[in-house]
């Protein structure tokens, strides 16, 4: 159906709208409050200190998470910056670092232990008991077949070069003190971080 | 509501409209600034990063155009972008020029000046320039009105982008997000007063190494900028990715806003009240029997012409 208008009709819609609309421009309209702050997106957020994955320099970061850590709640990371009270980069990030949020959010990011099997071509999901025993496992394995006693010269050596592990270079110095005692006291030497991979 | 929130700090200035703006708690706010020194930065564009990760902006995975700049030009979703220019000196030393640009926050913003949307754009008491999209109309006149070509308008809600200096960072007392990502130093935050010592100690300290025309680039055309560059080059700007010498509010904007505007408005506003008046005094037209039958006829035609298949 098409809608009917006649000329007295458009004269007079026309009018009206001029009319209305140029009482708005003289002032004659309530002005709506014009003014707003944007909404700040970390009122509330659980603060955790951590350090940024990337590489050995290892800078300071804060999570903010969403959630209070109450027991019906689950927290979600929505937003990484820098932590001003690290020494290393007093809550300076690199362009990494500054993404860190989509790293964490990644569909692609490995979230429970895997394996590939020899033989197979797929990745099969195994819960983390499951993992340290295989690890555990194949580690022993390897070392008693592989353990060197003594080099050629009959020097005791005790090395074990089969292995090698990689361990993170974000670590503590605690902490890499005491993984660099772990992996060492196996006679391990193969040993470095993925900050060199 | 449209979004309206609680106005926690005083907006001195606001879009289209005559409405004075809340005086009274003018006191006590520090104007704000942002300090870019070019000879620090390396281009490595943590601040744009950090840009896209405050402001929830994921820009397309773009294509590599052979250059370093990523994207290539500001869009809706991406607020700042690295500039980088190669310059040869009089000794013939390549100098890599990387310019962060992004909303410089005019004190005399030409976006504000031109847009006709009442509110869709204010100045804060700390010299933010902020858009609200509540309000924006998307019309564009923000982005002909900027002398640096900041504003972009979105394909997808029809809105006006661009940098918000973080208001919402500042308004809760932290640095906005690229200042504070910055692994340099290049970046500065902090009062209009310390920043601008701050460049001029950088500008001596430049000049002290040979670029003798280093200075500070804060243009008094717009009556000085909230984002203020420490540049080797200050005689030139335009090396920095065309950066404007002398950057003006267009006189068509004036034109439009100060004259044409206003006088367009009364125009408007005499015609209806003569309207008015007319039909007051002289009453509604009156037509002739002829007209009215020369009607009707019409409208039977027109009629006949609905109903045939």
Sequence with gaps: MTLRVTRRQFFKLGAAGMATSSMAMMGFAPEPAVASIRHFKLTGAKITRSNCTYCSVGCGVLLYSRGDAAINVVDDIYHVEGDPDHPVSRGSLCPKGAGLLDYIQSDSRLRYPQVREPGSDEWRRISWDEAFDRIARHMKDDRDANFVTDDEDGNSVNRWTTTGMLAASASTNETAYLTHKVVRSLGMVAFDNQARV | MRGDQINLQNVIARSATQEPSPQERSGGV????????????????????????????????????????????????????????????????????????????????????????????????????????????????????????????????????????????????????????????????????????????????????????????????????????????????????????????????????????????????????????????????????????????????????????
């Design chain 2, 30 to 309: 520090e104007r704000v600034t942002k300090l870019i020194d070019v000879s620090r930065c390396i281009g490595c564009k943590a601040c744009q990063v950090a840009c896209a990760e405050w402001n929830d902006l994921r820009d397309e995975v773009g294509n590599n155009e052979g250059v370093y700049d990523n994207p290539l030009d500001l869009t809706p979703d991406t607020w700042q972008v690295m500039r980088f220019d190669e310059h040869e000196d009089e000794q013939g030393n390549l100098e890599w020029l990387i310019r962060k640009d992004n909303c410089m926050h005019c004190a005399e913003p030409g976006c504000l000046e031109a847009c006709p949307a009442p509110g869709a754009i204010v100045q804060y008491a700390n010299g933010i320039v902020d858009f609200n999209s509540e309000h924006c109309i998307g019309c564009g006149y923000c982005v002909s009105g900027c002398p640096f070509d900041v504003p972009r308008i979105s394909k997808k809600d029809h809105k006006a982008y661009k940098c918000t200096l973080c208001s919402d960072r500042v308004f809760h007392g932290l640095e906005p997000a690229c200042v504070k990502s910055c692994p340099t130093g290049s970046i500065m935050f902090g009062t209009r007063e310390e920043m601008l010592d701050l460049a001029e100690t950088r500008t001596s300290f430049l000049k002290g190494r040979g670029f003798d025309n280093a200075g500070v680039y804060n243009p008094e055309g717009v009556d000085g900028t909230h984002v203020i560059y420490v540049l080797q080059h200050a005689d030139r700007p335009g090396l920095y990715s065309h950066l404007p010498e002398d950057p003006r509010i267009s006189p068509l904007v004036d034109a439009w806003k100060g004259v044409t505007k206003p006088l367009a408005s009364v125009a408007i506003g005499i015609s209806a009240l003569t309207g008015f008046v007319h039909y007051v005094t002289a009453g509604p037209k009156e037509h002739g029997e002829e007209d009215e039958a020369a009607v009707r006829e019409d409208d039977a035609r027109e009629r006949e012409r609905e109903e045939r298949p």
